[in-house]
T-cell receptor, first 115, second 113 residues
Framework: AQSVTQLGSHVSVSEGALVLLRCNYSSSVPPYLFWYVQYPNQGLQLLLK??????LVKGINGFEAEFKKSETSFHLTKPSAHMSDAAEYFC?????????????FGKGTKLSVKP | DTGVSQDPRHKITKRGQNVTFRCDPI?????LYWYRQTLGQGPEFLTYFQNEAQLEKSRLLSDRFSAERPKGSFSTLEIQRTEQGDSAMYLCASERGAGNTIYFGEGSWLTVV
């Protein structure tokens, strides 16, 4: 069975500091991996996804994530945090060969950005 | 605004009542998904349609829940005999064929009192 673990339910950084949100997955077969962002009272917006090409994936708003098979990780980073990055971030996994929309989400990490 | 519309955005209902949510996907998106998100949790997959066919259903979708997509366009999610545990945000998402970006609506909040 697939699962996703996001380490840290809350992360706080200063504006301009590095953002690192951790995600580890469990899957019996190579999965597709995703990061979504959710602003208060809104739906989810796709930041980036890994399907099978380059292991370093670049997304919107300056975010990127690196797929590390040996560590079963897909951590999200951004070199310099901006106040507008404050939101909740979800890592998700889906099975190859299945519907990419049948996603298993982690519990989320709420990012706070201090001025 | 992603183009996926959900209605109503908020619904407060008494326990035991039936509620229905509607989702209008992005035009020409043949795949439509329903998720449920409770406070402090990530979204959980409920069901998925390709055109009008319901292809997958989660075990979370008890017999009190029913979803339809009669003409392959909009979809409805009905919850019968609501329980307090049904209080959650119900998210709809759509996709233009397999392997494309999935777009989520803003969700429909349900509070059962």
């Amino acid at each position: 069975a697939q699962s996703v673990t996001q380490l840290g339910s809350h992360v706080s950084v200063s504006e301009g500091a590095l953002v690192l949100l951790r995600c580890n997955y469990s899957s019996s077969v190579p999965p597709y991996l995703f990061w979504y962002v959710q602003y208060p009272n809104q739906g989810l917006q796709l930041l980036l996804k890994y399907t099978s090409a380059a292991t370093l994936v670049k997304g919107i708003n300056g975010f990127e994530a690196e797929f590390k098979k040996s560590e079963t990780s897909f951590h999200l980073t951004k070199p310099s945090a901006h106040m507008s990055d404050a939101a909740e971030y979800f890592c998700a996994v889906s099975l190859r060969g299945g519907s990419q929309g049948n996603l298993i989400f982690g519990k989320g990490t709420k990012l706070s950005v201090k001025p | 605004d992603t183009g996926v519309s959900q209605d109503p955005r908020h619904k407060i209902t008494k326990r035991g009542q039936n509620v229905t949510f509607r989702c209008d996907p992005i035009s020409e998106h043949n795949r439509l998904y329903w998720y449920r998100q409770t406070l402090g949790q990530g979204p959980e997959f409920l069901t998925y349609f390709q055109n009008e066919a319901q292809l997958e259903k989660s075990r979370l979708l008890s017999d009190r829940f029913s979803a339809e997509r009669p003409k392959g366009s909009f979809s409805t999610l009905e919850i019968q005999r609501t329980e307090q545990g049904d209080s959650a945000m119900y998210l709809c998402a759509s996709e233009r064929g397999a392997g494309n970006t999935i777009y989520f609506g803003e969700g429909s909040w349900l509070t059962v009192v």
